[in-house]
């Protein structure tokens, strides 16, 4: 397990600097330039040549890659073009907000997805199966920041229940949340359902039936456990999403999130930003990557890594 | 002969299809004393594990349904029991162990976690005390090294370790009756023989009456004595396994007898039965056997015949043995 564990962070370096170079190499190849940008088309050659000079963006590519990489080691992608605040700052600001709302819409969707998903397997060719059915399929079929929009006016402005903006108290989380999460519980719902019924039409529940096991523990202990690998699989793709923000969402509802941080910086060419958001979304895909299969193990003994292999 | 433990009587189970309703099983009646062993012989589609099933209540519902008919477990009815008092039943008084032990168990949990699970439910046990005793069912039922075994998970074993621990699960709580459907279908030749080696040694060790199902007569010679051949739902012929084997009284039963082939008996072809187990949704009418039976008459085409009981203790359900046949004969 240790063993397996060190050769899958030793593989993260190598995806890493893979992405961190293909990174460089697009931002210099695409049109548009940050200190064009910056500014704007009154400044005369002159000073463009001066401002690239201060920002190092007249040397030689490879000298700037070695240097952006000798930084990102440390965890210091320089300072930003434009807010002339650290990346390092910036993301970690952004990133405590997108997390903190991350982490009520997972609450919200895996609850929410697992207790219905559970109950239309349970309850399966009954009208409340399918009364499930046809509101996670609404769920998974409406856009979320349609949803967003839909909710700001009804609590917002109709009922004038709930703040429509900005993150600053417990009650402003639960528009963004709801509108996050809907689409996400639909999917855990559907998802847990579909594994739930195959887990128990398995043999082995026929056994602990024949034991004497109560339906309660059939469900809960039998069933959710061999139908949780493509339920953790989805949550796993899910956290990675969630973790990368949300532009449409976070731009209903003015929320400063990574979404919107790293939209605004492939707006403004802010190289060192842009550089940042994609190194940051390539390691939080790659550590969710490893916690996901490290979880496999733990649920599922016949993926266990590293015992034999 | 000792004192009944299982009374089935006019037990019948059907399954109501969008084709139909299926009969699955039909008007069923046998009974089986305590520390007997029964044998349930029948082709594939006969009824044999629906019979089993219907005993312990898990035939799964819809589509079918136990329709008519009482199951006496010393006296006492099960069909009519709630739920919750069933649970207290099965794995406590009747424990079934399954064709297919690849599946039977599940993967994600360990051999001793399984045992241990219907310890704890049906006994008031530590942890610590179902864990010991869930080691010791594994020495009982053969398994080499249990202390370490009991942490094993399933695909750790092989088919044949994985019905042992099968049968450690069924017998953890000293069931009265152990239900064997198709115990070793699914396993090696060699397994197979220590398999029904165990189960006949259960038998005689802790006097469990045995059920088992099997569509093998061989396997039934080895451990059971009294038989049961069902065909199409009904029972057909019932008898100790000396009488049904030296002298079958049903064609079918006869048939069957011809179907096993002989050691050392040098034949072109093996004797099959001609025709397939009729479709239980559309039954023929007369008795169910009669297209595929050789001595068929008119009267097997339109009545369907009574189970005969006859003097010496056996059962059989063909017009042969009855007066009409005598008749029709003379003429």
Redesign the interface.
Same mark, same amino acid.
């Given at each position: 397990m240790i063993k397996y564990t060190i050769k899958r962070l030793l593989q993260t370096l190598i995806v890493l600097f893979g992405v961190s170079l293909i990174t460089f190499i697009m931002l210099n190849i695409a049109p548009g330039d940050p200190v064009g940008v910056m500014l704007a088309k009154r400044a005369d050659q002159e000073t463009i040549d001066r401002v690239r000079h201060e920002m190092g963006l007249d040397k030689p590519y490879v000298e700037q890659y070695i240097e952006f990489i000798k930084g990102a080691v440390v965890g210091d992608f320089g300072d930003s073009y434009f807010q002339h605040r650290p990346v390092s700052e910036i993301l970690a600001d952004a990133f405590s907000i997108t997390a903190s709302l991350g982490l009520w819409v997972l609450l919200f969707s895996i609850v929410f997805g697992i207790l219905f998903g559970i109950s239309a397997a349970v309850l399966r060719g009954t009208w409340g199966d399918k009364l499930i059915i046809f509101f996670s399929t609404l769920g998974m079929a409406m856009p979320s920041f349609w949803i967003a929009i839909i909710l700001q006016i009804i609590f917002g402005l109709h009922l004038k229940i709930l703040p429509i903006s900005g993150l600053y108290s417990m009650s402003s989380y639960i528009l963004p949340t709801v509108s996050l999460g809907l689409i996400y519980a639909a999917s855990i719902a559907r998802l847990c359902r579909t594994n739930m019924l195959d887990a128990l039409n398995? $043999?082995?529940v /026929?056994?602990? /039936?024949? &034991?004497?096991?109560?339906e309660f523990k059939i469900v809960m202990q039998?069933g959710l &456990?061999?139908a949780a690998i493509p339920i953790i699989t989805y949550i796993g793709i899910l956290i990675k999403s969630i973790l990368g923000g949300s532009v449409l969402v976070e731009t209903v509802f003015a929320i400063p999130g990574l979404g919107k941080t790293m939209v605004d910086s492939i707006t403004q060419r802010d190289i060192r930003l842009i550089q940042g958001c994609t190194i940051y979304i390539a390691v939080v895909f790659v550590i969710a990557n490893l916690i996901i299969d490290l979880v496999y193990g733990l649920? $599922?003994? /016949?993926i266990r890594v590293g015992q034999e292999a | 002969m000792g004192e009944k433990l299982l009374e089935v009587k006019n037990l019948s189970t059907y399954f109501y299809t969008d084709e139909g309703v299926v009969y699955a099983l039909d008007d069923v009646s046998f009974d089986l004393d305590r520390g007997e062993a029964l044998g349930i012989v029948g082709e594939s589609g006969s009824g044999k594990s629906v019979t089993a099933l219907s005993i312990i209540r898990l035939v799964q519902s819809p589509p079918g349904k136990i329709v008519a008919g009482e199951v006496l477990l010393d006296g006492d009815n099960l069909l009519t029991k709630s739920k919750a008092e069933m649970r207290h039943i099965r794995g406590e008084k009747i424990s079934m162990i399954f064709q297919e032990p690849m599946t039977a168990l599940n993967p994600v949990f360990t051999v001793g976690h399984q045992i241990m699970e219907s310890i704890l439910i049906h006994q008031h046990k530590t942890k610590k005390e179902a864990r010991e005793q869930a080691i010791e069912m594994l020495r009982l039922v053969g398994i080499p090294a249990p202390e370490k075994r009991v942490d094993d998970y399933p695909h750790q074993m092989s088919g044949g370790m994985r019905q042992r621990v099968m049968i450690a699960i069924a017998l953890c709580c000293n069931p009265q009756l152990l239900i064997c459907d198709e115990p070793t279908t699914a396993l090696d030749v060699t397994i197979q023989a220590q398999i029904l080696e165990l189960i006949r040694d259960i038998r005689e060790r802790l006097g469990t009456s045995v059920i088992l199902i099997t569509h093998d007569l061989g396997v039934v010679a080895q451990v059971t004595d009294k038989v049961i051949i069902m065909y199409a739902g009904k029972v057909m012929e019932y008898g100790t396994v000396r009488q049904i084997f030296t002298d079958p009284l049903h064609p079918y039963t006869a048939a069957l007898m011809r179907s096993i082939p002989v050691i050392g008996k040098q034949t072109e072809r093996l004797n099959v039965i001609r025709g397939m187990v009729p479709s239980l949704s559309k039954r023929p009418d007369g008795c169910l056997f009669h297209p595929r039976c050789d001595e068929a008459c008119e009267l097997c085409r339109t009545v369907r015949p009574d189970l005969i009981n006859l003097p010496d203790g056996r059962q059989v359900r063909c017009h042969k043995y009855t007066d009409k046949w005598e008749e029709k004969s003379h003429d």
């Open positions: 398995q $043999d082995y /026929r056994t602990a /039936r024949s &034991k004497g096991v109560s039998h &456990k061999n649920l $599922d003994p /016949r | -």
